[in-house]
């Protein structure tokens, strides 16, 4: 298994793999598994590869198992939930930061294939991921929905992000986590 930053050809195999746990498409018996909430276009993937280089996948024989989006404020805020959480961002402190679009950047989502659950590709993925973004930024910040416990196990307990606050939008209910790229401050 390769883990890498993503390249343009990468994005039909990563567009397979996010459309099985989308949930609009996942499978209903799948769901309790966990799954990615936000849709993403073609375009949008070239975006972040071209702009951002912050798609980070887990590949073997072309064929992506697992990835991680991470992007700067800026780049997510064409998103209203981005919008809300930017505007919330000067609010929150965490280890001795107060937030900004300048500190801090939006970590996922991140999809496993269910086949690899479990496997340790989680942390091998994330840690490769916050690494290369730790050279542009020192917090990462994220947001889990109340309704995916499995996310939120996985990322409280097995990469241990720190819940920074709770917040609602648009009815829906989130944890907002935070965590270091580094151990340096």
């Given at each position: 298994?390769?883990?890498?930053?993503?390249?343009?050809?990468?994005?039909?195999?990563t567009l397979k793999l996010h459309y099985k746990y989308q949930i609009d498409?996942?499978?209903?018996?799948?769901?309790?598994?966990?799954?990615v909430t936000t849709p993403f276009t073609k375009d949008q993937l070239t975006?972040?590869?071209?702009?951002?280089?912050?798609?980070?996948?887990?590949?073997?024989?072309?064929?992506?198992?697992?990835?991680?989006?991470?992007?700067?404020?800026?780049?997510?805020?064409?998103?209203?939930?981005?919008?809300?959480?930017?505007?919330?961002?000067?609010?929150?402190?965490?280890?001795?930061?107060?937030?900004?679009?300048?500190?801090?950047?939006?970590?996922?989502?991140?999809?496993?294939?269910?086949?690899?659950?479990?496997?340790?590709?989680?942390?091998?993925?994330?840690?490769?991921?916050?690494?290369?973004?730790?050279?542009?930024?020192?917090?990462?910040?994220?947001?889990?929905?109340?309704?995916?416990?499995?996310?939120?196990?996985?990322?409280?307990?097995?990469?241990?992000?720190?819940?920074?606050?709770?917040?609602?939008?648009?009815?829906?209910?989130?944890?907002?986590?935070?965590?270091?790229?580094?151990?340096?401050?």
């Amino acid at each position: 298994m390769q883990i890498k930053i993503a390249g343009l050809s990468d994005i039909e195999e990563t567009l397979k793999l996010h459309y099985k746990y989308q949930i609009d498409s996942i499978k209903e018996e799948d769901k309790n598994d966990g799954f990615v909430t936000t849709p993403f276009t073609k375009d949008q993937l070239t975006d972040l590869i071209i702009k951002e280089q912050g798609l980070f996948i887990a590949e073997q024989n072309n064929q992506v198992y697992a990835y991680v989006m991470a992007a700067s404020w800026q780049f997510w805020s064409a998103w209203p939930l981005f919008q809300f959480m930017i505007k919330d961002l000067p609010s929150l402190k965490y280890q001795g930061y107060t937030l900004s679009t300048e500190n801090s950047y939006q970590y996922g989502p991140v999809c496993i294939d269910k086949s690899l659950r479990g496997t340790g590709l989680l942390n091998e993925i994330f840690d490769f991921a916050k690494n290369e973004m730790a050279k542009r930024y020192p917090v990462l910040v994220t947001f889990v929905n109340k309704i995916n416990p499995r996310s939120y196990a996985a990322h409280s307990k097995k990469l241990g992000l720190d819940v920074i606050q709770e917040f609602e939008f648009n009815n829906n209910f989130y944890y907002e986590m935070a965590c270091l790229t580094s151990k340096e401050k």
